[in-house]
């Protein structure tokens, strides 16, 4: 096998990626404007159908966000085999935010789960720190891998980022997310 056949094999082996980053982006765009609906009246309602809707929108955002960090570092593997090592920890590292999101999601739609099962604070703080820093971390090396365009990782960087200013800014992030993620694997070395 040549190295372009390998090349045209990964292409092929990872076509759902695009749409899996398409819909993780929307599904979390979903979830920004619900959480702006739900507090339109004044303070949001953990029972009101805005709250528990958006937030099962963000649950399979995140699910779906984690698919993404395993098509990305496949299809690295079989891009850019180079520097593997960097790109099994932003893996795990993605992946391991991702479980933590997924975690506190959980706990946010079934208040037994989270009386029943503490949520430490590192999984609160660390969480979305691993989680931010494992998919740009595969996104930059996508970009070098000619996967994404150069500003891509950037437009996701400035969305992710934006959560951290102000949670009502999670439909500008969001956006911003999937504008980074659209051109996903347009550029893959021609």
């Keep these: ?9 990964g292409r092929t082996a990872y076509l759902w990626l695009r749409p899996t980053a398409v819909t993780a982006s929307l599904l979390l765009l979903g979830y920004g404007v619900l959480r702006l609906i739900g507090g339109l ?3 949001r309602d953990k029972t009101a159908w805005p ?10 955002g995140m ?8 098509g990305l570092h496949g299809r690295l593997r079989a891009a850019l085999p180079r520097l593997g090592a960097v790109d099994d920890v932003a893996a795990v590292a993605g992946l391991v935010g991702a479980t933590a999101f997924v ?11 989270a009386d029943a099962v503490t949520t430490p604070d590192l999984v609160l703080i660390g969480g979305p720190a691993l ?3 494992g998919l740009l971390t595969l996104l930059v090396r ?7 365009p150069a500003w891509a990782p950037v437009l996701v ?16 992030g969001a956006a911003l997310v999937l504008a980074g993620l659209v051109p996903l694997g347009r550029h893959d070395d021609d």
Excluded at 1 to 9: C, E, G, I, L
Excluded at 63 to 70: H, K, L, S, T
């Design 1 to 9: 096998m040549t190295v372009n056949d390998a090349r045209t094999a």
């Design 41 to 43: 009246d004044g303070p």
């Design 51 to 60: 709250w528990m809707v958006g937030h099962t929108l963000f649950l399979f």
């Design 63 to 70: 699910v779906a966000f984690g698919a993404v960090i395993v």
């Design 103 to 113: 975690w506190v999601i959980l706990g946010d739609l079934f208040p037994r789960f």
């Design 131 to 133: 989680f931010e820093l």
């Design 142 to 148: 996508a970009a070098v891998a000619r996967l994404l």
């Design 157 to 172: 960087l400035v969305g992710l980022g934006s959560f951290a200013v102000n949670l009502d800014l999670l439909p500008v």
